[in-house]
């Protein structure tokens, strides 16, 4: 990823240990893995009995996720109002399509405001005034 500003690497806040979206077709199908990204996309259709289906997405492409009612009730805050999420859960393929069905769900949307609340240069480009 490139960042077109004057931080460091170290200065962009990531998401610990989490397996990009690109690379989801490596592990097994079962494997227990732990996804990051920004949720796109939030579904809870009337025909699937309180199963909730959110779409992430990194800066690879988008990760699918499955979180069945009960995990739901469990982490109901994140799932509903988390800008940023880390799921950790197992991988599950059917019919060409990889999910990841959540067995732990973590808002860490606090990360994305460290974008904004930094010290010395801005990590965000600015826009040059014109006088």
Request: hydrophobic fraction near 45%; charged fraction near 25%.
């Amino acid at each position: 990823m490139k960042v077109l500003s004057a931080a460091t690497p170290h200065d962009w806040p990531r998401p610990p240990a989490a397996l990009v979206a690109v690379r989801l077709g490596d592990p097994p199908d079962g494997a227990r893995v732990t996804v990051a990204g920004l949720v796109i996309l939030r579904q809870r259709p009337g025909t699937a009995k309180g199963v909730i289906f959110l779409t992430l997405e990194d800066e690879t492409g988008v990760v699918n996720v499955v979180v069945w009612r009960a995990l739901y009730e469990k982490f109901r805050r994140a799932v509903i109002a988390g800008r940023l999420l880390r799921i950790t859960g197992r991988i599950q393929r059917q019919s060409g399509v990889v999910h990841v069905v959540a067995e732990e769900v973590e808002d860490i949307s606090p990360l994305l405001d460290r974008l904004l609340d930094c010290t010395g240069d801005s990590m965000l480009p600015q826009a040059h005034e014109t006088g």
